[in-house]
DNA sequence: TCCTGTTTTGTAATCGATTACATTTCCAAT
DNA sequence: ATTGGAAATGTAATCGATTACAAAACAGGA
């Protein structure tokens, strides 16, 4: 409750040397003694405003997620936080709902110094406003990104990724394989299709549009939606490749809905390796993306972009997880 | 980049004029236009870190949670910001992690001003600590609370909503009913465990110490930790009443890798109706907590509290919603 | 004792806004 | 033209810290 200006009254000094006593400047062990009992006496805490606004800093970063309640997001988002907090930072979740508004409230809390740089998640973001952002203020890509933006970014070979799981599918003896992406105006699901493409065509299995079951969203629901059209439909497959888990596991809850056998009947593959891939029954085969060290790779570019240091964009490595999905 | 210097300048006008000008005062209407178009021409953004040290507030409300990687909280928290967004506040997002040092952090952000209030989610959360703090700081409880601490609170009934659950297996011809419950120390723990004894004993079923399985922590795993232990054990039964969804669907996949049929075999009821508990195969029976109410309601509590406006406790309605894993 | 150089402490400007109060401007009524 | 009162505008204090610079205190050497 009390401010810096009670503190240097009540102990008979100068606010600047209560300011030295709590930065660690210069002071007597004497002065300092009496200041700090004074200090504990009225409870004192030093207001981040005042200090803030005087460093014009706000020590605080926005990440930027679609919406919170998709899991890929949370072990990025605890990367982040574990590289920003011991360096004095902390980071505020904003959801934007892919909401331009919502974005805009967010983007407005750079501009007015409320938030000191941005870690964009965000696949929906508008890239026009966040490129006229960056020339201004710090931004970081994580994850989805533009590489035309000029904003630097970290991401794993989305392309590479999907050629392995699919190749992994010929392997177990699948040559008709469906495709479960969503839209293909994200840079990931594009370079997602193209490693689906390029695995069948090197395995000799001529690539369908036809094959390629596009959603409408990332969710649950999606997933299922694009099974039941799949399996209702003309064809048959022995195996889907999911563009991410939630969506392979909309497809297998629908599959066994429909009585089809996991993955005796059809294999499936997920991406992204979420906690829950690993709780469904079966567990699914999927691509992990080093998310904790996308997120402290990510965190650490950003605080590095806000002291003027240079910051290069950062390509991860990825790994196939093969689970019960996919084997007997 | 601008400041209010600079655009009074620029226009001709006084800093007050610019300030009016930004928040609607008395202007001419002449005087206003040639403000505006600096305004614009200049980028002029006003700065919040001066604005709030001069209203010594901060607009920011910190939300303190375990744990982002639960799904229980997404719902509260989508609701928390709904409610708050509008009102021209932001919430940061704070994963303690159960660590009182992390913790800790967030209450000096509190401290120093750096946020306004603060609502609570964590079960494990410094109780003796957040009391002190609620002493001189707006915070309010949402869901896990202490009614000792005498901070205001929003919960549900969980004894009778455990008593509904448990009531249900009953119903459908269970007689061997075990429970998953996680560490007593939690305030919700105990109150649903008094359900599901209560559900027991008004239906003649004695109840017995031995059929609660406790977990060491709230996770996927420790509710496949339970099930295991329960099922290798010398008892048999036929429902589980799982104190949350995630230790049920702990407990339905290890199971199905026991060899086992839900609910055939065995029936199994959740608490929170997650959004995961939908997906699982068979669908999960469980509580439905009115989550977003929950998060809107304790978010303009705690508005309330800041702005001095009086402020009660609020216990909220629960729903049972019965789905393929308790019945055929 | 006096001087010099170092260390400690104090004074006051600064960050960028808001706002109470003072002053000026404007217009209508006399 | 003068005056009064309302409306517009300006001046300067304020919020709570940090910090450049000035001033004072101190220690050691001549």
């Given at each position: 409750m009390a401010n810096i200006q009670e503190v240097a009254k009540e102990a008979g000094v100068s606010v600047a040397t209560v300011s030295r006593v709590m930065n660690g400047g210069a002071v007597t062990p004497k002065t300092k003694g009496k200041v700090e009992e004074v200090i504990r006496r009225l409870k004192y805490e030093p207001s981040m405003l005042g200090r803030n606004l005087r460093n014009s800093e706000s020590r605080l970063l926005l990440v930027l997620i679609p919406t919170i309640s998709n899991p890929y997001y949370s072990d990025i988002i605890n990367g982040i936080e574990n590289a920003v907090i011991p360096q004095g930072y902390n980071i505020l979740l904003c959801?934007?709902?892919?909401n331009p508004e919502r974005e805009n409230i967010y983007f407005d809390m750079v501009r007015k110094k409320m938030a000191d740089g941005i870690i964009s998640m965000d696949p929906t973001v508008n890239m026009e406003e966040l490129k006229i952002l960056a020339e201004d203020h710090p931004i970081i890509q994580c994850s989805e990104y533009s590489v035309e933006s000029g904003i630097p970014f970290v991401t794993i070979d989305n392309e590479e990724a999907a050629y392995r799981a699919v190749s992994h599918l010929v392997n177990i003896g699948s040559t008709d394989i469906a495709m479960i992406n969503s839209d293909v105006t994200f840079l990931y699901a594009r370079q997602r299709q193209l490693g689906y493409q390029r695995a069948l065509e090197e395995n000799g299995i001529p690539f369908d549009e036809e094959d390629v079951y596009y959603t409408n969203g990332p969710s649950f629901e999606h997933g299922q939606q694009a099974m039941r059209k799949m399996l209702t439909g003309h064809k048959e497959y022995s195996a889907v490749f999911a563009v991410s888990d939630l969506l392979a596991i909309g497809a297998l809850k629908e599959a066994h809905q429909l009585g089809?056998?996991?993955?005796?009947?059809i294999a499936i593959a997920g991406f992204?390796?979420?906690?829950?891939s690993n709780m469904t029954n079966p567990a699914l085969t999927t691509i992990a993306q080093p998310m904790y060290d996308m997120g402290t790779t990510s965190a650490q570019m950003l605080i590095d972009k806000i002291n003027g240091r240079p910051v290069e964009s950062t390509m991860m490595s990825h790994e196939l997880i093969i689970r019960e999905s996919t084997i007997g």
């Amino acid at each position: 409750m009390a401010n810096i200006q009670e503190v240097a009254k009540e102990a008979g000094v100068s606010v600047a040397t209560v300011s030295r006593v709590m930065n660690g400047g210069a002071v007597t062990p004497k002065t300092k003694g009496k200041v700090e009992e004074v200090i504990r006496r009225l409870k004192y805490e030093p207001s981040m405003l005042g200090r803030n606004l005087r460093n014009s800093e706000s020590r605080l970063l926005l990440v930027l997620i679609p919406t919170i309640s998709n899991p890929y997001y949370s072990d990025i988002i605890n990367g982040i936080e574990n590289a920003v907090i011991p360096q004095g930072y902390n980071i505020l979740l904003c959801e934007t709902d892919s909401n331009p508004e919502r974005e805009n409230i967010y983007f407005d809390m750079v501009r007015k110094k409320m938030a000191d740089g941005i870690i964009s998640m965000d696949p929906t973001v508008n890239m026009e406003e966040l490129k006229i952002l960056a020339e201004d203020h710090p931004i970081i890509q994580c994850s989805e990104y533009s590489v035309e933006s000029g904003i630097p970014f970290v991401t794993i070979d989305n392309e590479e990724a999907a050629y392995r799981a699919v190749s992994h599918l010929v392997n177990i003896g699948s040559t008709d394989i469906a495709m479960i992406n969503s839209d293909v105006t994200f840079l990931y699901a594009r370079q997602r299709q193209l490693g689906y493409q390029r695995a069948l065509e090197e395995n000799g299995i001529p690539f369908d549009e036809e094959d390629v079951y596009y959603t409408n969203g990332p969710s649950f629901e999606h997933g299922q939606q694009a099974m039941r059209k799949m399996l209702t439909g003309h064809k048959e497959y022995s195996a889907v490749f999911a563009v991410s888990d939630l969506l392979a596991i909309g497809a297998l809850k629908e599959a066994h809905q429909l009585g089809l056998r996991v993955p005796e009947d059809i294999a499936i593959a997920g991406f992204d390796k979420i906690a829950f891939s690993n709780m469904t029954n079966p567990a699914l085969t999927t691509i992990a993306q080093p998310m904790y060290d996308m997120g402290t790779t990510s965190a650490q570019m950003l605080i590095d972009k806000i002291n003027g240091r240079p910051v290069e964009s950062t390509m991860m490595s990825h790994e196939l997880i093969i689970r019960e999905s996919t084997i007997g």
